[in-house]
């Protein structure tokens, strides 16, 4: 399957922190060298990435849709060769529904992890589509989770929006199929990050998380091989116990 060693362009969005950032300086050591590009809101981070030689670009996937659709226009514009879009930012929240429950906060979860993935892609691939009618191969790369497959109780939102965003790009990888834009989902364990700062969860869940030094070249690799489902660590057994083969009968679906 072709990989991002294609890539002459690549977009990250939430790349000030985590996951995000890691993929940043590894994809643009990759031998291709492919441009990366990094966005996020935070200003003071995307100056230290602009600093180490990355192009950034302020962006939050919560805006409206008008600005997004802005924003996509002027990355085009001014990156015509982009030719990959990695949609990595994310945000979790804990929710307990035998409590009072707010639903502005998990709105906002929804509209980051899922809408915001849905929009970006809707506002991208006739750029996309248009290199891949061109003969070039062109990559959109969602990041979903292993609670996308089975549900954490305590992030029951999160697990929820990330499913859907797996469903999702089941559909994407079927629709697309054949038109050179190529879905590859990156699904990650529980990974060394800033994502459970938001909970104060950090310190416990640092004994058991990967390092981001291992899932990165794993994740690469994935990204590298063109592999349709990039199912990284703990992850695996979930995959392997309730998803294996999903893909192949969704495409069948599609055809028939
Ligand atoms: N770490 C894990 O255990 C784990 C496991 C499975 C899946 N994931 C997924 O991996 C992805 C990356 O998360 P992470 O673990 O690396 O967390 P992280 O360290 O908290 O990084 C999250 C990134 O998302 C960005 N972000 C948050 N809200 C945003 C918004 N409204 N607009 C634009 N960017 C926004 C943040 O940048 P700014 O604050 O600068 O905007 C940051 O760069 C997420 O989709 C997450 O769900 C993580």
Redesign the pocket.
């Known amino acids: 399957m072709p990989g991002i060693e294609l890539s002459k362009c690549v977009l990250i ?10 993929l940043a300086y590894a994809i643009r050591q990759l031998p291709n060298k492919p441009q990366v590009i990094a ?4 200003q003071d ?2 100056d230290e990435l602009a600093k180490d030689g990355f192009e950034t670009y302020k ?5 409206d849709r008008a600005t997004l659709q802005k924003t996509v226009e002027e990355l085009l514009a001014r990156y015509p060769d982009l030719d990959t879009v990695i949609l ?5 929240r804990e929710f307990d529904f035998r409590k009072e429950i707010d639903l502005d906060k998990l709105e906002y979860e929804m509209k ?2 899922y809408n ?1 993935t849905v929009i970006l892609t809707t506002y991208f691939l006739p750029h996309l589509l248009k290199l891949g009618s061109l003969g070039r191969q062109t990559f959109l790369v969602p ?5 996308a497959i089975l549900p954490a109780p305590r992030v029951p939102n ?1 697990s929820a929006s ?1 499913a859907a965003v797996h469903s999702f790009a089941l559909s994407l990888q079927a629709q697309l199929a054949g038109t050179g834009v190529n879905v590859l989902e ?12 938001a909970e104060g969860t950090t310190e416990a ?1 640092s004994k058991i ?1 990967m390092p981001l030094e291992e899932f990165v070249p794993i994740a690469t690799r994935g990204l590298v091989a063109g592999t349709p489902h990039i199912v990284v660590g703990r992850s695996e057994s979930m995959w392997d116990k309730f998803e294996k083969g999903k893909d192949e009968i969704v495409a069948q679906l599609f055809k028939a």
């Open positions: 969005t939430g790349a000030t922190a985590g996951i995000g950032r890691a966005t996020g809101r935070r981070r995307l962006l939050d996937v919560g805006a990595n930012a994310g945000v979790q980051i992890n915001s990041v979903t989770s292993g609670l999160y990330k990156i699904i990650p364990p529980l990974v060394e990050s800033e994502l459970h700062d869940l998380w």
